[in-house]
């Protein structure tokens, strides 16, 4: 038996347009992902009792460790509480999004162009660039919703300069404000490094397994890549979980530092 | 040397020296975390969650290595 290494591509195919918007096929299985999950929540919701299912068992465990995590990012109960649902949402699409292509088939599904339909959504950058920035402009917004000179005063520091009380106190002043200056570029390499964790982790994965069952022996080529999936599993869970929590901690962190007096 | 070869060996020292930083972070947390762990095994839950988050913090220069490697194979830029 004898096949072809398939075509590695990063961008996505275009399946169809709407008007001059092209749908892509990371998209479409984005939606059809987000509409299993929503389902599950709603048939879940309807059957949630006092005596728990064992998947609500699962799912009020997973809220009350982001609940915890916010409410030692925030240091308040009901900021922790306001920020549960976003976390837990962005945790259980990830979930559910980085496992996509060990579905069956699912994936091989091609139209008559040629063109696959469905693609794994995190493994297209869109995605994970476009939560990183609306979570880390989040952030911002609240910070300068709460205490806009404050915040903008830590990133452009005049303030030092006025503290000056001596010759002494100038270098300092402006090794400070460059400091601050540089606090911008790390907000934006926290949207890059967000993005491009999730994104890297997940392609790397899917990639890794259709190169070893390339190189893998004819007879065997099904057998091999098992260890690799196992990994490519488990590193897309954590992905899943770290995303989130890292979220908490630097929508916590802009938040906080702000509050503080 | 031709470009196609030029990009192979590009990728693959990409990757080879941007693993080298992570491998000895994630080699540290790991052995502080066991450490402590070993300490206070009370404690085992919450240092384990933190031990995989600052994992995934401390590899995601790798990660990047790993994008660039991948961008310059598979990406066509000329």
Redesign the interface.
């Given at each position: 038996m004898n096949f072809e290494m398939p075509t590695l591509s990063l961008a996505p195919d275009v399946v169809f347009n709407i008007g001059s918007f092209g749908v892509t096929n990371a998209m479409l299985a984005m939606w059809i992902l987000t509409g299993i999950v929503l389902l599950v929540g709603v048939l879940l919701n309807r059957k949630v009792g006092v005596v728990p299912s064992r998947l609500q068992v699962v799912l009020e465990g997973l809220i009350t460790f982001f609940a915890d995590n916010l409410e030692t990012a925030f240091g308040s109960r009901e900021r922790a509480k306001q920020f549960t649902p976003l976390m837990l949402a962005m945790f259980l699409m990830f979930f559910v999004a980085n496992q996509f292509y060990v579905l069956p088939l699912i994936g091989d599904i091609v139209t008559g162009d040629g063109v696959k339909l469905l693609k794994t959504p995190t493994a297209h950058f869109s995605l994970p660039i476009a939560i990183a920035f609306v979570i880390v402009g989040m952030s911002h917004l609240l910070a300068l919703k709460t205490a806009p000179l404050k915040h903008i005063g830590q990133f452009i520091k005049v303030g030092e300069f006025l503290k000056i009380r001596s010759v002494k106190d100038v270098p300092n002043a402006f090794l400070e404000f460059f400091l601050g200056l540089l606090d911008i570029v790390g907000e934006i390499a926290k949207v890059v490094s967000l993005s491009a964790r999730l994104f890297g982790n997940v392609l790397a994965g899917e990639l890794m397994v259709v190169i070893i069952s390339f190189i893998a022996a004819p007879i065997t080529f099904w057998l091999v890549p098992i260890p690799f999936i196992f990994l490519s599993i488990f590193s897309g869970l954590i992905q899943a979980f770290v995303f989130p929590l890292l979220c908490v901690q630097y929508v916590g962190g802009t938040v906080t530092a702000v509050q503080e007096s | 040397m031709e470009i196609g070869a030029m990009k192979l060996l590009a990728a693959a020292i990409c990757m080879g020296i941007g693993a080298v930083g992570s491998g000895i972070g994630e080699g540290i947390i790991a052995g502080k975390a066991l450490e402590a762990m070993g300490r206070n095994p009370e404690m085992q839950d919450k240092l384990f969650?933190n031990m995989?988050?600052s994992m995934?913090?401390c590899?995601?220069t790798a990660?990047?290595s790993?994008?660039v490697s991948?961008?310059i194979l598979?990406?066509d830029l000329s």
């Amino acid at each position: 038996m004898n096949f072809e290494m398939p075509t590695l591509s990063l961008a996505p195919d275009v399946v169809f347009n709407i008007g001059s918007f092209g749908v892509t096929n990371a998209m479409l299985a984005m939606w059809i992902l987000t509409g299993i999950v929503l389902l599950v929540g709603v048939l879940l919701n309807r059957k949630v009792g006092v005596v728990p299912s064992r998947l609500q068992v699962v799912l009020e465990g997973l809220i009350t460790f982001f609940a915890d995590n916010l409410e030692t990012a925030f240091g308040s109960r009901e900021r922790a509480k306001q920020f549960t649902p976003l976390m837990l949402a962005m945790f259980l699409m990830f979930f559910v999004a980085n496992q996509f292509y060990v579905l069956p088939l699912i994936g091989d599904i091609v139209t008559g162009d040629g063109v696959k339909l469905l693609k794994t959504p995190t493994a297209h950058f869109s995605l994970p660039i476009a939560i990183a920035f609306v979570i880390v402009g989040m952030s911002h917004l609240l910070a300068l919703k709460t205490a806009p000179l404050k915040h903008i005063g830590q990133f452009i520091k005049v303030g030092e300069f006025l503290k000056i009380r001596s010759v002494k106190d100038v270098p300092n002043a402006f090794l400070e404000f460059f400091l601050g200056l540089l606090d911008i570029v790390g907000e934006i390499a926290k949207v890059v490094s967000l993005s491009a964790r999730l994104f890297g982790n997940v392609l790397a994965g899917e990639l890794m397994v259709v190169i070893i069952s390339f190189i893998a022996a004819p007879i065997t080529f099904w057998l091999v890549p098992i260890p690799f999936i196992f990994l490519s599993i488990f590193s897309g869970l954590i992905q899943a979980f770290v995303f989130p929590l890292l979220c908490v901690q630097y929508v916590g962190g802009t938040v906080t530092a702000v509050q503080e007096s | 040397m031709e470009i196609g070869a030029m990009k192979l060996l590009a990728a693959a020292i990409c990757m080879g020296i941007g693993a080298v930083g992570s491998g000895i972070g994630e080699g540290i947390i790991a052995g502080k975390a066991l450490e402590a762990m070993g300490r206070n095994p009370e404690m085992q839950d919450k240092l384990f969650s933190n031990m995989i988050v600052s994992m995934a913090i401390c590899e995601s220069t790798a990660i990047y290595s790993l994008v660039v490697s991948l961008i310059i194979l598979f990406v066509d830029l000329s």
